[in-house]
């Protein structure tokens, strides 16, 4: 299986709120998630506890402007987000989404 057959693979989530009451709902499951805020991607990250690592992302200053988030659930995420960083960076001129440039 070639890198975007592994991305089609992906079931994603559909774009939920991004609150502490919808985050309580999430799986405390291995996984990659991305959020946005006016249309655009602000994070795509991976996470060993999706529920954790979202709930912890409520305080962070760049995410304060997010709105929606998704996510799925699935094994190798650090490798799923390198792939999904990389086709990110492909159709947006070699740029992160914003809450990732250093």
């Not at 291995?30 to 506890?49: C, F």
């Not at 954790?52 to 992302?57: D, F, H, P, Q, R």
């Amino acid at each position: 299986m070639n890198n975007d057959d592994t991305l089609e693979a992906l079931k994603w989530s559909s774009w939920l709120n991004f609150d502490k009451a919808t985050i309580t709902e999430i799986p405390e499951s291995e996984g990659v998630y991305k959020m946005h805020a006016s249309m655009k991607i602000l994070i795509i990250e991976s996470s060993y506890n999706l529920r954790k690592s979202l709930l912890e992302s409520l305080s962070d200053s760049c995410l304060n402007k997010a709105t929606r988030f998704s996510y799925t659930v699935t094994q190798s995420s650090h490798n799923i987000q390198k792939l999904l960083l990389n086709q990110y960076r492909t159709k947006h001129s070699g740029k992160l989404p914003l809450c990732m440039e250093t």
